[in-house]
Nanobody, 112 residues
Framework: QFAETGGGLVQPGGSLRLSCVAS????????MAWYRQTPGSERELIAG???????KYADSVSGRFTISRDNVRNTAYLQMNSLLPEDTSVYYC????????WGQGTRVTVSA
């Protein structure tokens, strides 16, 4: 139901844009969110967007990350700027609140 892409290796201060193509539900009607998880930690909600484009961010990413959506393409995006080493994680998208089914995620590594 969720296919995340766009991760990779980037230097501190760099940028990446993640994409998530969703299927199997009425995308237009649901709030979407990006989450991330590092080994040994719980999955963390970092950005959410309602079906009316109202957005909210975790303090850790506010001012650096931007969530958006394209209801025609059933796609959610996460623009990540000014990346920090602590942003290294596997990033997932899902509904908010999340469904039980998760995608594979996309790995982001921030390192010099």
């Amino acid at each position: 139901q969720f296919a995340e892409t766009g991760g990779g290796l980037v230097q501190p201060g760099g940028s990446l844009r993640l994409s998530c193509v969703a299927s199997g539900f009425d995308f237009n009607m649901r709030s979407m969110a990006w989450y991330r998880q590092t080994p040994g930690s719980e999955r963390e909600l970092i950005a959410g967007i309602t079906n009316r484009d109202e957005v909210k961010y975790a303090d850790s990413v506010s001012g650096r990350f931007t969530i958006s959506r394209d209801n025609v393409r059933n796609t959610a995006y996460l623009q990540m700027n000014s990346l920090l080493p602590e942003d290294t994680s596997v990033y997932y998208c899902n509904m908010r609140p999340p469904s039980a089914v998760w995608g594979q995620g996309t790995r982001v590594t921030v390192s010099a």
